[in-house]
């Protein structure tokens, strides 16, 4: 039967069956609309937590529609950047008042840049990851043209041996959004410290997938996305870690009515908030950051180091199942697919990216089959794996998939 669901070695599937009846996640999956394929791409925008669209749809009808003006009181929206904030908080290993939402990721990369560099005002280099998701490089050149700074592009294994007494920022990405490999943020904050920089971590592709350890780590700042493993929708709104004891230094180049000590004093000398709200800046975006706050609900009593380990077993079961079915292996010298993500679990993301020449071709025909991952051009299949709603038998009826369409497109 195409999409996988009859082919490929019994075994397999019977233990595929077998984890997902151990799992002590399993009931997390019933929490999402989510239809019979297999969804793996929540790495670039997670499902729909089902009971979000009736909240959107009291926040429309009732805060907006009867409340109205009032709503900013009554319903809390003043509030919600800080409020949504420690909600997250936990799942990035932070304590509470240390994180605002609000803006795009791009936006609040912008905004650590700058502010960090100005924490380091005698320092020339703004040192960027070489393999950063393109627009955290460009935010950061035109960082750097704006403060007078030098850019420096650093493979992030090579990031000690180019830190020195002119580095004044590092900002580097938590897991390659590419290849799904996870970089080592406690040694590379400890080097940027060592080094007497400030350290900005991009956590897009981990919060929500892994534990980071923002505060237990000594993160300066940090900014990521909410649509991915947050499940947050389509352009919800980013969020900005600033530890607390960089909070009174905080000098933010976008400073905006909603960052003011007074906002309604409507003072034209501006004077910063106390704490992490000195990074929000105009009216923030209501709709969707509501609707992620009812997203987030889905966090409530999971554990993220559960999550983490349910990650790992899925992308191994995943990788096993890919080597078994697909003709001449995985990684092998006859296999039409080689992996880039790394084997080793310290070095693992929630994503498994495999390289292969057919790769346009081999995605469109398995996103008609049910199979949903991505393409990034020119020869990468990604898969992301939320372990909150995909299951064993998703990774073994994708990998089976898999083999089906290979099977049937030539090689090129």
């Known amino acids: 039967m195409a999409g996988g669901r009859d082919t490929g070695p019994r075994p397999l599937r019977t233990r595929a069956a077998a984890l997902d009846a151990a799992d002590g996640l399993r009931g997390a999956r019933a929490l999402f609309a989510l239809d019979d394929g297999v969804y793996l791409d929540g790495n670039s925008l997670g499902a729909l937590p089902a009971h979000v669209p009736a909240r959107v749809a009291d926040i429309v009808t009732r805060q907006w529609g009867e409340l109205r003006i009032r709503s900013w009181d009554e319903s809390g929206w003043w509030t919600a950047p800080e409020r949504i904030g420690d909600r997250i908080a936990p799942l990035v290993g932070a304590a509470p008042g240390q994180i605002v939402v609000g803006d795009s990721t791009s936006v609040n990369v912008f905004k650590a840049v700058v502010a960090a560099a100005r924490l380091r005002p005698d320092r020339t280099d703004i040192v960027v990851d070489a393999s950063t998701f393109p627009t955290d490089g460009y935010i950061a050149e035109s960082a750097a043209r704006m403060t007078g700074r030098r850019i420096v592009p650093v493979a992030p294994a090579e990031l000690s041996s180019a830190l020195g007494p002119d580095t004044a920022v590092v900002l580097l990405n938590h897991v390659d959004y590419r290849t799904g490999r996870l970089h080592d943020l406690p040694s590379l904050t400890a080097d940027v410290h060592a080094a007497g920089a400030v350290a900005v971590w991009d956590l897009c592709h981990s919060a929500g997938a892994l534990p980071v350890g923002l505060d237990a780590h000594g993160v300066d700042l940090a900014v ?21 004891r960089h909070q009174a230094a905080f000098d933010s180049p976008l400073p905006g009515w909603h960052s003011h000590a007074d906002p309604f004093a409507m003072d034209h000398a501006y004077a910063p908030a106390d704490g992490a709200t000195r990074g929000r800046v105009g009216t ?17 009593g999971v554990s993220i180091d559960s999550v983490r380990a349910k990650s790992l077993a899925l992308t191994d079961f995943f990788l096993e199942c890919v080597a078994a079915y697909v003709p001449g292996g995985l990684d092998g010298p006859d296999s039409r697919l080689t992996s880039t993500t790394p084997v080793a679990h310290a070095e693992r993301g929630s994503q498994i990216a ?4 057919e790769a346009p071709a081999v995605m469109k025909e398995l996103v008609a089959r049910g199979v949903v991952g991505d393409l990034r051009r020119p020869d990468v299949l990604r898969f992301g794996f939320t372990p909150l709603y995909v299951g064993f038998a998703d990774a073994e009826r994708a990998a089976a998939t898999l083999a089906e369409v290979l099977a049937e497109i030539t090689p090129v």
Request: proline fraction near 7%; include cysteine.
């Open 224 to 244: 990521g996305c909410t649509y991915k493993y947050l499940n947050g929708g389509p352009g919800s709104p980013a969020y900005l870690y600033v530890a607390e």
């Open 284 to 300: 923030p975006e209501i709709l969707s950051t509501l609707a992620l706050e009812a997203a987030l609900e889905v966090w409530d």
């Open 354 to 357: 495999l390289r292969c020449a």
